[in-house]
C-alpha cells in the first residue's frame, strides 16, 4: 500500500499589527521570570505554552525565541501585544488550554482549529493512524481499504489521518455534538479532505445504520475516564474540555463495551476495531473483546510512555 501524504490548504496568516522586536523580548523574557514553582504545572511546561502561544499568534520562528532581536527588528503580529498579555494572563489565572486562547492544535502534520466543544487532541492519540496502516499492511483481507469510521470524532483528527493515510478509502465519522461536527467539517475543507469524509450527527453506531458488514476498520478515541476521577484531573480539563468526551461511566468502560458489543455487526470479515483507553484497563478491554466471541488477533499495544493506550483486534 502507497501511502500518499495530503497536501494541506494552509491558512494564511494575517498579521495586521507589529510591535518592536526589543519591546516584545523584553515582555517574552519578563513573563518567564514571572513563572512560579508553585504553579499548578511545572515551570518548563508553562515556558513551553508560552513559547507555543507567541509562535501562534506572531511570524517568529523557534530559533527567533532563543536570540535577542536586533535593536530595528519589527514582529508582525495576530493581535496587539496588549492582547497577548491578556491572553497569558488567562491562561495562568483562568487554566484556560494555550490550545483554547489560541483556537489552534497541532496533530501529526494537521494544524487543527480546536473549541471548547472537542475533546483537543492528545499526541498518544497520532499512534492509531500508525496502528490502523500497520494493521491494512499485515492483512490481506484489508489491502482493498474501503470504508473507515471513526465514532466520536470531536475535532475530526482521526478521520483526517485515516483519510491521508488511505487515499482510496471513504471515512465516516461520527459525533452526538453538532458544534464538534462543525469544528471537524472545517478541518476536513481546510485540507481538502470534505469529499473523502462522511460526517453523521447521532451517537455511536446509530447513524450509521445500512452499512453493517462493510467496513475495513473502526477507530475510535471514545469517553474512558472514570466518573468519579473526574476532578481529580488537571483543571485545563475538567474545568475546560468538553465532559461529554470524557466521561466513560462508573469504570469508564459504558462506550467501549458498547463498542465492542456492535462492531462486529459493521466490520467485514477480518476488518480491524482500534480503541483508546486509559492506563489500567487493558485486561478489562481484553476480556470484553475475548467475551464478545466475535474477535481474533486481540493485542494492546503501549503508547510512546510505555502505557497499555490502545486495544486492537480483528473481526472473525
Request: with cysteine; hydrophobic share 45%.
Amino acid at each position: 500500500m502507497v501511502l500518499s501524504p495530503v497536501q494541506p490548504q494552509q491558512r494564511p496568516k494575517s498579521n495586521p499589527f507589529k510591535v518592536s522586536g526589543q519591546r516584545l523580548w523584553q515582555w517574552y523574557q519578563s513573563a518567564i521570570a514571572d513563572l512560579s514553582q508553585d504553579q499548578l504545572r511545572s515551570r518548563v511546561g508553562l515556558k513551553q505554552e508560552l513559547d507555543w502561544l507567541l509562535l501562534e499568534v506572531s511570524d517568529l520562528n523557534p530559533l527567533d525565541l532563543k536570540l535577542a532581536p536586533a535593536e530595528t527588528q519589527w514582529v508582525q503580529m495576530q493581535v496587539p501585544l496588549e492582547v497577548l498579555q491578556q491572553l497569558w494572563q488567562q491562561r495562568l489565572a483562568e487554566n484556560i488550554p494555550v490550545q483554547h486562547l489560541t483556537e489552534t492544535a497541532h496533530w501529526r502534520q494537521f494544524h487543527l482549529r480546536v473549541s471548547k466543544d472537542v475533546l483537543i487532541p492528545r499526541p498518544e492519540t497520532e499512534l492509531l493512524i500508525d496502528l490502523a496502516v500497520n494493521a491494512a499492511q499485515h492483512s490481506a483481507r484489508l489491502e482493498q481499504v474501503k470504508l473507515w469510521a471513526d465514532l466520536g470524532t470531536g475535532s475530526g483528527a482521526i478521520s483526517l489521518g485515516l483519510a491521508t493515510a488511505f487515499p482510496p478509502a471513504m471515512v465516516h465519522a461520527v459525533d452526538c455534538s453538532q458544534a464538534a461536527l462543525a469544528v471537524a467539517q472545517h478541518n476536513s475543507q481546510t485540507y481538502g479532505l470534505q469529499d473523502r469524509i462522511h460526517f453523521h450527527l447521532g451517537q455511536w453506531f446509530q447513524p450509521l445504520a445500512g452499512l453493517e458488514g462493510q467496513f475495513s476498520g473502526i477507530v475510535s478515541n471514545p469517553p474512558y475516564i472514570p466518573t468519579k476521577i473526574l476532578p481529580t484531573l488537571q483543571p485545563e480539563v475538567f474545568e475546560h474540555e468538553p465532559h461529554l468526551a470524557l466521561d466513560g461511566g462508573v469504570d469508564g468502560l459504558d462506550v467501549i463495551r458498547e463498542m465492542v458489543a456492535i462492531a462486529p455487526q459493521y466490520l467485514q470479515p477480518g476488518g480491524v476495531l482500534l480503541l483508546e483507553m486509559m492506563c489500567g484497563q487493558a485486561e478489562a478491554v481484553k476480556a470484553l473483546l475475548t467475551s464478545q466471541g466475535q474477535y481474533k488477533q486481540i493485542q494492546i499495544h503501549l503508547d510512546l510512555a510505555g502505557i497499555p493506550r490502545f486495544a486492537q483486534a480483528y473481526r472473525i
